[in-house]
C-alpha cells in the first residue's frame, strides 16, 4: 500500500510534500501548529508591509530544501539511509521551534537565559519522550553528536538549508528581489568530502552571490533602521511592563505572559507549557489593552509601534558621545515633563554590526579537484580580509522634533 | 520644489509610490494603521499557510492599480483631472477600511446590522470631517454619486481594480499560481464608452480568462471545504461567546469586544471608536483564553480552531435530509453527553453558493468598433446559460469520527 | 559507479538533467542537433520578437516534463520499468524531429505527401538501425503499439506532455503570460485509470483553465492575424519559388532544397539525408538571394518578410464574396501591372479555425472516485456544445493600400 | 488628436510601448530590422539552448529602460525636454546598429578595421541623411558631444541602459537566473549630480549586486569555456574561407560577403549597403555548403560547429609553455596527417580575461548628501585592490582525443 502523502502549497516553492507518519503528526502538534502565530521578521512588516509570513511556513520550507539536499547527495554516491533522512528533516523542522513572539525581537526580553536553540532543544526533548524516543537520532543531529557531521551542516552552518530557506522567503515577501538566493542551484552543486558538506567549484560565483545577497538583506532589511527602532522600542515596552508589574503597578490578565515577567523556577515542563502559549497575539494584545493607559510610558509605546509613531534614529559609523545624549535626555525630560527613568524609554542608544563571513564561524569550502579552498581565498572577488570584517554602526533614537533640531 | 514620494516595497508589485499629502495622511491615520492586523482571508491560512497577508496590502495594492488605470484611460484621451484622480484613489484606499476582525469570516456575526461596506462609508464620513471635507469627491465617487461614472467603476464592478488586485495578490499568497490574473494586461486594454468602463475588443480573452481564475479562486481558495469549516467554526464560536457573556457566565477583559456583544445603541462615533480598535488579534486572544475553560463548547472550539483539530465537512450537490441531521446530532449528544443546545456547536449544515458572472450583476462589455457587446455574448466559450447558472452546494460538519462512521 | 548526468539550463523550468547512454548519444546526434535551427513558432516573431526559441529547447522541455509526469505516476502505485521510462523518454524527445523549415509554416509546402509526424517516424527507424534497435520500444509506444497504452497518451493526447510544454513556453517566450499553463499542477495530479491517463477530481480547474490558457494562446499567438499573413506569405513564396525553378528560371545554389523542390522518388534514406539538412537558414538565404530578383513577385514578397512590409488582413465570422475578391485581384493587376498569375501571389484569401476541445479527439478524463467524467460533463463552466464548438474564420490579404481602400 | 501608439510583448518586461513618430520609423527602417537575424548572443546557444535572443530585442529593451530612467530623473527635478528625451531613445536604440553577424564573435573577423561602435556610427550618420537631419541631437548624444553629459551616460557608462537590459536579459534567456540584476530597482535610485549620472546612497547594495551579477554572467556565460571554444572556432572557419577565397579555391555565391572577404575600399554607402545585408544566416549558410568540402579545414570545422561536435580546450592561470603547443601541434599533424598550416586550424591557443570593474574606466558614483564617492570606496565588502583587479586566464584548444592524452 502506499502512504499518501499530503500536500501543502507554498508561495515559494510550489508544492511541498508531506510525509506520513511522524513528520505528520508533529506538523499537526500544537506545539508546532503555535509556530503559524509567530511572525518570522518580527516588526519587519512595518517598514516591508509584506513580511507577515509566519516562522510556521519558514520551518516548512527549511524541510522542503533539506529533502531536495539529501536527494541530490544520495545521487552524488552518498549513504543516506532513510532513517537518517527523516531525522534530518525533523531536526529541521523543529529546529527554530523555541523560538518566541516576533521571533529575534524579543528573544533576550521574555526569557533572557534561555536562547532559542535551547528552548528548541527542550521542545525536541518533550517531543521525543511525547513519542517514545522517536526524536532520538533527530535529536542527536541537531547537537551535533551524530557521526555523519555533515547532516548537521545541512541544519546548521555556513550553507545550511535554514540560511538558505529564509533568505529566499525574506526576500520573497518583503519584495526585496535582490536578495533572492538562488538556493536550488547551490543545493545541486553540494558535495560531501571527508564528511563535510562543501560546494563543487563551479558553483564558486553563486556562493560569491549567495554572499552578498546575505549581506544585502542584512543592511536592507534585518537591520534596516525603521525595523531596528520599532524592535529596540518593543523591548523598552516590555521593560516598562516588567518594571510596572513587579511593583503591583499593571493589571494583565494574561497567565503566561505573567509567568515569564516574574519566573522564579526552573522546571523545564513548567516553563514549555507557558512557553508554548506565548506568541505575537499576546504582545499586541498587551500593547492595545494599554494604548489608553494612564502611564505614559506605556501608552506612547504602544501607541507607537500600534499605530506606526515611530521615534527617529540616527545611525553614524562613529560612537555618539555621552554629551551629545545627555542634552537629548535633558530636553525629552523638560519638553515632556518626564522622571529621568521615564526618559530612558524616549531616548537611547546602541549599537548593530554585521559581519558577512567570519572565518572564526565554520568555512564554505569549494572543492577544486581533490582540494578544498574556502571561498574567502577562491574567490577572486572577496578578499578574506573583506570578508571576515565586522561592520559597526551605532544609533541614536529619540522623539522626533527633538532629534531633527539637535541635528541642526 | 518637488514633493517627496514615499515609495513601498510590494512583494507583488513591487515599488508603490504613495502620492505625498492627504493620502500619505491618511496611510498614516490610526484608522488605516489598523488594516494592518486584518487579514486578508481570514483563516484561509489553516489550508494555505502562506495566507498570511493584510487588508492594508490589499488596499495599497487597489491603489496601486487604480492609479495605472488612470494612466491608461488618460492616455486614450478621456480627461480625468488631478483632483478626480486623487479622489478616486482615496475611494479605493478606504473602500474596505471597514472590515472587521478576520475580513469576510465574522461579517455578520460582530454588526449583524451593518455590513463592512457601510462602515467603510462611515469611517471616511470621519475621516472626511478630520480632515475637513477633503474627502468629499472620494465619497461622491464611492456612493455612485458623482458625475462621471466609469471612476466608480473603477472602484466597485464587475472588472474594478478591487477585484484585479485581490485575485492577484491572493494567488500569489496562496501559492494557487493558476489563479493569476493578469492585472496589468486588462488594465491597459480597459476604455471608456459613454461614460461607461469598457474592455477593448482584443482583450476577451483575457477577460475570458479572468472570470476562470476568478471562479478557480473561489472552489479552489475562497470556498475551500477546509476553510469553509474552519470560518463556519469561529461563527458558532463567536455565537457561544456572545450567549455565555450575555448571560453573564463569561468574563472577557476587553472593553471592545463586549461593546458589540451587548451593543444597544446606534451611534456613529461611538461604533467607530470601538470598531477600529477590533481586529484579528481580540479574536485570537479570546480563543486562547478559552482554550481551557470550563465550558465544553468554547474550549472545544478554541482548540478546533488554534491548534487545526478541524471538525470533518461534508459537501453534496444534494440537500442533506433531516432525519441524516438529526441522527448526526444524536450521535453527538450520546457520544460526548452534550445537552441538545451545545450539540448544534459540534454538528451544522449550511450552503454554498457561487455565480461565476452574474448578468443580474453590472456586465462586463467588450468594446467592438463602435458596438459593445457583453462577455457572455461576445465570448464563444463561455455562453451566457453558462456563465449565470448558480451552482449551490450543501454541507454538514461534525466530529470526524461520528462523520466517517455515517458515511459507511 | 555513478553515471555522470549532464545538465542542462532552461530558462522555462531550470535545470533539465540528460539521461547518460542513448538518450544523452541522441542528443548529441546531428539530426536532433539540427532541430536548433527550426524556430518553434515559424515567422511568429514578426508579432512577438521574444518568439526565437528552437524546436530543440521544446523537445528537451516535453522530455523534462515526461520524467515528472513519470515519477509522479509510479509514486502513485503504477510501474513504469526502467526501459519503459526510457523509451518513453526518447519517444517524445524525437517527437517532433520530423520538422522542416521553420516548423508548421511550410510543412504541407516542402513535403506536401509526407506529415512531420511521418517523417518523425522514418528518423526514428533511421536512429533505430544506427542504434542497433535500441529505439524498438520507443518506437512502439510512439505508434501506439506498446500494451500500456498511457505511455503513449503522455506524448500524444488531449494531456501529453508536448501540449504542457509547448503551450508554457510559447507563452514565455512571446510573453503572452496569460497563455502561462500550471504543467507542473497538473503533472501532479495524473493517475492512472483502466490504462488511460486521467486527472483527479480535484484538477477540474485546473484542467479548465488549460483549456482556456490554449484557446487564448490560440487566437493571440498561433492565429494572430500578422503572423497568419507572415505564413501565408512564405508558403506563396515557396510557390513561386517552386514554379520559376520548375521552369529553370531561377538559380537556386542549395541542391538540399532542390531535391524537394523537384523530387521525383521516394527512398527513404534519400529523403532523410535531404531532408535533415534542411533548416530556417535555407529559407531566409533563399529570400535574402531573391531581394533584388527581376520577378516581382519574388523580390516583393520576400522584402515582405525580410523587411516586415507585411501586406493587409481581413477577419470575418463571414465568407468574402467573390466578387470582392475579383474586384480586388483586378485592383492589384491595374495598378502593380501584374499578369494574373502574379496576383495571385499578392491577393488571396483562406479560413483559419479552432476547436478548443473536440470530443471526436480524445478526452480528458477526470476521475470521480471510482467514476471517470469527461471534462466537458465534469466542469459547471464549459459545457458541452460550447467545447466541440468549431469557430470558422475567413480572411483576405492584399496590399494595404488597396484593402483600405475597399473598406471604405 | 491622440498619437497612436504601438505596443509590443516582450518576455523580461512585459509591454513595451514605441513612440509614433521617427522612432516608430526607425524600427521599421530595414536595417533596424536587420537586427532580428542577429543572435545577441553569437554561439551562446550551443552552451544554453536558450540563448536565441537576438539584438533586435536588446536595442527594445535597452529603449524600455532609458524611457523608465528619463522619467525617473525628471521627477527627480532636472529639464530633460521631449526633443531630448527622444534623441536619447533614439542613440540607444540604434546603437548596436553597427553589430555583425553572431555580434561580437566575428566582430574583427569580418571588418578588422571598424569596430562595431563605428559602423553604428555610420548608420546613424546615413540614417540622419535619409530622415533630413532628425537624428541630429541623438548622435551627438552618442558621440558625447551634446552638453548634458548625464544623457550619453544613460547610452554608455558603468551603469547604462545598455548593460542594465543585456545582463538582465542574457541571464533570462539563459536560464542563469542568479544573473538577474535589478534594473529597475538601480534606476529609481539614479540621481544626476553636476551632470553627472549617480546613484543614491541607499543604493549602494544593488550596485555591489549588480558587480557580482555582472561577474556571475562573465564567467559563466560569457567566457564560458564553451561558449569560449566555439567562437574561436567560427573565428578560425572564417580565416580559412578568406584564405581560400583569395586564392581563388572557394565558390561562396554571396556577393555581401565575398564584399568583404576582399574589400579594396573604404566608401561608406558601399560598405553600410553590403554590410546590413549581412547577419547569421549567411554564416550558417556558409557552414551548411562546406559541411562537405574537400577541404578538412572547412567541412571539420563546419561540422564542429553545425552539430557540436567542438575540441577540447584547457583553462588555466599560467600561460602554457611553448614546448607544450609545439608537441600538440605536431602530434595534430602526424595524427590527422595534415599540413602546418592546416594544424594550425585544429590546435590554437590564446588569452581571456575580465575586470569586473575598472577604474580607469568611468566611475559608479554614489551620493552621501553632498558628497560623492566611488563604489569602491563606500563599499565595505568590495574593495579597490579587488574590483580593479584584472583577471586573466589561459587557454589552448585542440581535438577532445589528444588533448586528454597529453593531460596525462
Redesign the interface.
Known amino acids: 500500500m502506499?502512504k499518501k502523502q499530503k500536500?501543502?502549497?507554498?508561495?515559494?516553492y510550489?508544492?511541498i510534500n508531506i510525509p506520513a507518519g511522524i513528520i505528520h503528526e508533529l506538523i499537526?502538534h500544537?506545539y508546532f501548529?503555535r509556530l503559524?502565530?509567530i511572525n518570522q521578521l518580527g516588526l519587519t512588516?512595518l517598514v516591508?508591509?509584506?513580511a507577515?509570513?509566519?516562522r510556521?511556513?519558514h520551518a516548512?520550507g527549511s524541510m522542503y530544501l533539506i529533502s531536495i539536499a539529501i536527494d541530490v547527495i544520495r545521487?552524488?554516491?552518498h549513504e543516506i539511509t532513510d532513517e537518517e533522512a527523516e531525522a534530518t528533516k525533523i531536526a529541521i523542522l523543529l529546529h527554530d521551534i523555541g523560538h518566541g513572539p516576533f521571533s529575534h525581537a524579543l528573544e533576550s526580553c521574555i526569557i533572557p537565559d534561555l536562547p532559542h536553540e535551547e528552548l528548541s532543544l527542550m521542545f525536541m526533548e518533550e517531543l521525543n519522550q511525547e513519542y517514545n524516543g522517536k526524536l532520538e537520532l533527530a535529536i542527536r543531529i541537531f547537537k551535533n553528536e551524530y557521526r555523519k557531521k555533515f547532516l548537521h551542516q545541512l541544519i546548521s552552518g555556513q550553507l545550511d538549508m535554514d540560511r538558505l530557506d529564509y533568505l529566499r522567503r525574506d526576500s520573497?515577501?518583503?519584495?526585496?528581489?535582490?536578495g533572492?538566493v538562488?538556493s536550488?542551484?547551490i543545493i545541486?552543486m553540494l558535495q560531501v568530502v571527508d564528511d563535510n558538506l562543501v560546494v563543487e567549484a563551479k558553483g564558486i560565483?553563486?556562493v560569491?552571490?549567495f554572499l552578498?545577497?546575505r549581506?544585502?538583506m542584512y543592511?536592507?532589511v534585518y537591520l534596516h533602521k525603521t525595523v531596528l527602532v520599532s524592535e529596540v522600542l518593543l523591548v523598552k515596552l516590555l521593560e516598562r511592563v516588567r518594571e510596572l508589574y513587579v511593583l503591583g503597578k499593571l493589571v494583565i490578565?494574561n497567565p503566561n505572559l505573567e509567568y515569564f515577567l516574574n519566573r522564579k523556577g526552573n522546571d523545564k515542563k513548567e516553563i514549555i507549557e507557558h512557553f508554548y502559549?506565548l506568541d505575537d497575539?499576546?504582545i499586541?494584545?498587551l500593547l492595545?489593552q494599554n494604548?489608553n493607559s494612564e502611564d505614559i510610558v506605556l501608552s506612547s509605546l504602544s501607541n507607537a509601534i500600534?499605530?506606526?509613531k515611530l521615534p527617529k534614529i540616527l545611525i553614524s559609523r562613529q560612537q555618539f558621545d555621552d554629551e551629545f545624549l545627555i542634552s537629548l535626555k535633558n530636553e525629552v525630560m523638560t519638553k515632556f515633563n518626564l522622571s529621568e527613568n521615564e526618559a530612558k524609554y524616549f531616548v537611547y542608544n546602541g549599537e548593530i554590526s554585521n559581519n558577512?563571513y567570519s572565518n572564526l564561524d565554520e568555512r564554505i569550502n569549494i572543492q577544486y579537484g581533490s582540494e578544498l579552498k574556502d571561498v574567502a581565498d577562491a574567490s577572486?572577488?572577496?578578499?578574506h580580509?573583506?570578508?571576515s570584517?565586522i561592520?559597526k554602526k551605532y544609533y541614536v533614537c529619540g522623539p522626533e522634533e527633538i532629534i531633527n533640531n539637535k541635528k541642526r
Do not use: C
Open positions: 502506499i500536500i501543502v502549497n507554498d508561495p515559494v510550489g508544492f499537526e500544537k501548529q503559524r502565530r512588516y516591508y508591509p509584506g507577515v509570513h509566519s510556521f511556513q516548512m545521487g552524488k554516491g520573497f515577501f518583503t519584495g526585496v528581489t535582490e533572492v538562488g536550488e542551484r545541486k560565483y553563486s560569491e552571490k552578498i545577497a549581506r544585502l543592511w536592507q490578565n502559549m497575539f499576546d499586541i494584545s492595545k494604548l500600534l499605530n506606526r558577512a577572486d572577488m572577496l578578499n580580509s573583506v570578508l570584517k561592520v
